[in-house]
């Protein structure tokens, strides 16, 4: 690992009391919730972490509780570096606070989290759906999100699907 991500991780466990790993090369430090702004404002403004290159979500249920980690990951274009900062979310409460004013292309990386995962980022400036319509039920990237199937159709088919295509629900069919 090189020197300007040493630093950056041992700030970040001093001040915040994160924890660390390193893969391959690679360091990321998992934080509370509650400590991203700060720690985010932290990276750009001491550690020249200028780019949120990107920000997601992983869903480990049913083997993890906190269920889900929000995952942001930083680019410093003066030290050609990457960093990467994760958040444990639970289930039930699935909230972290925003960081648009830090990072303000974070607004639409947020907005997609909520979308397909359903965790809202606090204090957000328009916590609203960006890639399913607004009347959509469910979150599409969660693993128990249930995956529905229509069968093609063909012209050796076409008769049985056309008789679903007009009933009230697929089931009934």
């Not at 328009?126 to 069968?151: A, F, N, Q, S, T």
């Amino acid at each position: 690992m090189n020197e300007h991500l040493r630093k950056a991780a041992d700030a970040l466990k001093a001040r915040f009391g994160g924890l660390e790993n390193e893969h391959c090369g690679q360091v990321s430090v998992t934080l509370p919730a509650n400590q991203i702004v700060p720690a985010m404002t932290m990276l750009r403004d001491e550690f020249e972490f200028d780019f949120l290159s990107s920000l997601t979500a992983v869903d480990y249920w049913p083997e993890l509780e906190p269920r889900f980690h929000v995952v942001y990951q930083l680019w410093s274009n003066s030290q050609k570096t990457r960093f990467c900062l994760r958040v444990p979310v639970d289930d039930a409460q699935a909230e972290v606070p925003t960081i648009e004013g830090v990072h303000p292309v974070a607004n639409w990386h947020e907005r997609e989290v909520f979308d397909m995962f359903g965790i809202r980022f606090g204090g957000h400036s328009d916590m609203r759906r960006i890639l399913m319509p607004y009347d959509w039920v469910g979150h599409p990237l969660r693993k128990d999100y249930p995956l529905g199937y229509e069968e093609p159709q063909f012209t050796f088919n076409f008769d049985k699907i056309q008789v679903r295509k007009h009933s009230g629900r697929y089931e009934e069919a």
